[in-house]
């Protein structure tokens, strides 16, 4: 074989073809399988690829490298190529070898078989010539490397890029391939990772199940469950959802948007009263696999179904029992409560809590008795709340807090009319005239007074008001109104014996200078089984009695109407310009002019002679003290006196007015036959009458004629009550100054009684420097 150096040389060809086949094939591979990674890897960490699809695209991913592996290496490995085949590659890479390689080959082929048809001779010299010619010659650059450059170039490219996300990502790229090529259910590291947060967790028993991936809570029915999800590195993202299906049917589906407000770091939701069994899990940013579930499992909780609370009240109150179906508690004290619980299952506990004596624990009731009582006094305000835990261990969702009110009973009071002084002055045969009202809550047992010398301590006496002192009431109402003569000849001081300087004294009744203090004194019906006693109370003043002697107690009550009379002639004057006024709008309207424009005017005489009314009034009023000084103290004793202090006692003790004017002046038309003025009360009683008539009677009755000239709207109607008012104005006028006249008499003659008490004092002092002189001598 003349051609055997030759057919090696070629033969050499195929290792470097097998090279060209593993450097373009390899590298498509590897660059295949870089490409499948980093794809793969990129749809996974920003998609989150379940399972299922991670499954699928593995296999998509092993079928695409054995296409690659078949199609590049597989089938050009599984190619041996011949001789003639490597001839031609070796001629196609060298156009100059002109087909003699492969003509030589052939023909030396045909030779060695016997097939030459052409002359032996001529076939062996060329196949020499072709064996001296290509004997040495190489034929490498028949097969080309330079197709592997661009394959090695992506492949080191692509195995550069994974090689580098290997190293720099070491974490993400070994859950990669947890995650895509081992297929485990390891979750991607996330930028948001949630924390759900449920208010006051450990009561409701929480378990973990399943690594942490579901949480079972049992929480009483009707609880409100408070949720709060926050971020574990503080980054929250702008939405959170709570995913939310009832445990009973898990295809069910809701989504509630959670809310926050700016100042919080979490979001919150607060669940309405549960009534059934739910399961949960938060979403927001790229947290959103669905774990931690919580499930929260609804248990019956017991609950109270009914309440009502007998009150037993006290006699005290005089209020009949009844029962009251509402929790918090109002009542007198001493009242007795009896609380009646009903509740919806069997219990394991039921316990009440006192703010004030703390926990009361219930006796334990048999299966199927759900029936409770407890029962105290109401001695104070107090609070309550009960706490039930049932037979299955689950407590009350409700921790209610109740009040209990103790209407506690006050302390009976007095409230004064008479006397309006706590300084009074009074003669040994002086009426100090009481009145007022008792009041207590629920009924006054005892109304009366306590006297004594020393005004720490009322012992000397005391005086209980009864019978005809009661004014329309009787004893245990709550308001007794009442009306008392206290005679001061009736007050016997008690015996003494000589202690502190003080001179031993017999019991006397009262007499010029003594002293004596009272407070008015009421009882009220409140009798408990802690307060048997009830209580009694002092009014809030304090009266400070002073006996007198006429002239002491005259001297006194001359200063009580000090310018009295010039206050009377200062009404005058006005009752005169008032006057005037009327006749000038008398004279007016019947001139025409418009009653639009006389309308201030109208007004304003109208609130003029109100001052007038005002003033006389309070003029009364001043005259009246000092009436009531001659008066109750008897100082002109006499029929007049007497008859006026009855009709006085009846008309307060009948109650049917409290009006001072009308009392004083009904007495006064009823003592009107026995009034002389030659007599000092006759006098008092005149001017009394002449007050009485000016202030309540005429003058009112000039400003009420005033005010319907005011309103009515025709002139004829208007002009009737102008006169009719001016007519009592002047009647007003002229009373008036008939009490100025009186007024004048009563003062003189205080003057003269005065000149000749000082006369006599001036004499009986004259009469006793001489007796002092003649003892001298």
């Known amino acids: 074989m003349e051609l055997r150096s030759v057919i090696a040389r070629l033969q050499a060809l195929s290792k470097r073809l097998l090279w060209r086949i593993l450097l373009t094939g390899g590298p498509r591979l590897a660059a295949t399988a870089s490409g499948l990674a980093g794809g793969t890897f990129l749809l996974d960490y920003t998609l989150r690829l379940p399972v299922g699809v991670r499954a699928v695209l593995l296999l998509l991913s092993l079928g695409l490298l054995g296409f690659v592996v078949v199609r590049h290496l597989a089938k050009p490995l599984m190619k041996k190529p011949s001789v003639d085949q490597l001839a031609l590659m070796a001629e196609a890479a060298n156009p100059d070898l002109k087909d003699q390689l492969i003509s030589s080959i052939q023909l030396e082929r045909d030779l060695e078989t016997g097939r030459a048809v052409e002359s032996p001779e001529l076939i062996r010299a060329t196949i020499a010539d072709t064996a001296k010619q290509f004997g040495s010659r190489s034929f490498a650059s028949s097969v080309s490397l330079a197709a592997c450059r661009k394959p090695l170039i992506l492949a080191s490219v692509a195995v550069m890029f994974i090689s580098g996300l290997a190293v720099s990502r070491p974490t993400e790229f070994g859950l990669w391939v947890q995650r895509q090529l081992l297929l485990q259910d390891t979750p991607w590291p996330r930028a948001n990772t949630l924390v759900v947060t449920i208010l006051d967790m450990q009561k409701y028993r929480p378990t973990v199940h399943d690594d942490g991936r579901r949480i079972v809570l049992h929480v009483p029915e009707r609880t409100p469950l408070q949720v709060q999800v926050s971020e574990k590195n503080g980054k929250l993202p702008d939405e959170v959802e709570l995913v939310t299906r009832p445990a009973s049917d898990l295809d069910v589906e809701q989504r509630i948007s959670m809310g926050r407000s700016q100042k919080n770091a979490f979001f919150q939701h607060i669940f309405p009263p549960l009534m059934r069994s739910i ?347 000092v009436y009531d000084g001659y008066l109750w103290n008897r100082l002109d004793e006499g029929a007049l006196t007497e008859k006026m202090i009855s009709q006085l006692l009846t008309a307060h003790r009948s109650g049917e007015t409290d009006d001072s004017f009308k009392i004083y002046g009904d007495a006064v038309r009823q003592v009107g036959p026995l009034v002389d003025e030659a007599q000092i009360m006759g006098r008092l009683t005149v001017i009394l009458k002449l007050l009485i008539l000016t202030s309540a009677e005429q003058s009112p009755e000039a400003r009420r004629r005033l005010s319907r000239a005011s309103l009515v709207t025709t002139k004829e109607d208007r002009l009737e009550y102008l006169r009719g008012a001016l007519e009592v104005q002047k009647l007003l006028r002229d009373n008036v100054l008939l009490l100025i006249e009186k007024l004048e008499a009563w003062e003189d003659y205080l003057d003269l009684i005065q000149g000749f008490k000082d006369l006599l004092e001036l004499q009986k002092g004259v009469h006793d420097s001489i007796e002092k002189l003649t003892k001298k001598k």
């Open 279 to 625: 399961v949960f899990h938060a979403e927001g940013g790229d947290d959103d696999d669905g774990f931690p579930v919580y499930e929260i499992q609804v248990d019956q909780a017991p609950r109270v179904t009914r309440f009502w609370a007998a009150y037993d009240y006290p006699e005290y109150t005089g209020v009949q029992d009844r029962s009251l179906p509402d929790a918090n508690i109002s009542a007198p004290e001493g009242t007795r409560i009896t609380m009646h619980f009903e509740v919806n299952m069997d219990l394991a506990e039921f316990a009440l809590e006192f703010e004030s004596v703390g926990e009361m624990k219930m006796p334990q009731r048999k299966a199927g008795e759900n029936a409770y009582r407890y029962s105290f006094v109401v001695e104070g305000n107090d609070f309550y709340t009960h706490r039930l835990i049932g037979d299955n261990q689950v407590a009350s969702a409700d921790v209610p807090r109740y009040v209990i009110t103790s209407e506690v009973d006050q302390a009976p009071r007095v409230t004064v009319e008479m006397p309006t002084s706590t300084g009074l002055f009074v003669t040994p045969n002086a009426t100090i005239p009481l009145k007022g009202t008792a009041i207590d809550d629920y009924g006054v047992t005892e109304v009366g007074l306590r006297w004594g010398e020393d005004s720490k301590k009322l012992e000397s006496g005391a005086i209980a008001f009864a019978g005809d002192d009661l004014i329309g009431a009787e004893i245990g109402a709550r308001q007794i109104p009442f009306f008392h003569a206290l005679d001061v000849k009736d007050f016997v001081l008690p015996a003494r014996a000589e202690k502190d300087g003080s001179p031993a004294r017999e019991a006397r009744p009262m007499q010029v200078g003594d002293r004596f203090s009272f407070r008015y004194l009421a009882a009220d019906n409140r009798r408990t089984a802690s307060q048997p006693e009830p209580h009694r109370t002092f009014g809030d003043y304090e009266y400070q009695v002073q006996v007198l002697s006429t002239e002491e107690l005259q001297r006194e009550l001359a200063q009580r109407q000090v310018r009295l009379r010039d206050r009377i002639l200062d009404i005058s004057n006005l009752i005169d310009t008032r006057i005037t006024d009327t006749q000038e709008l008398v004279s007016d309207l019947n001139g025409g002019t418009d009653a639009t424009v006389l309308q201030s005017r109208f007004w304003s005489i109208e609130q003029d002679q109100n001052r007038i009314t005002i003033e006389l009034q309070a003029s009364a009023r001043q005259f009246l003290r």
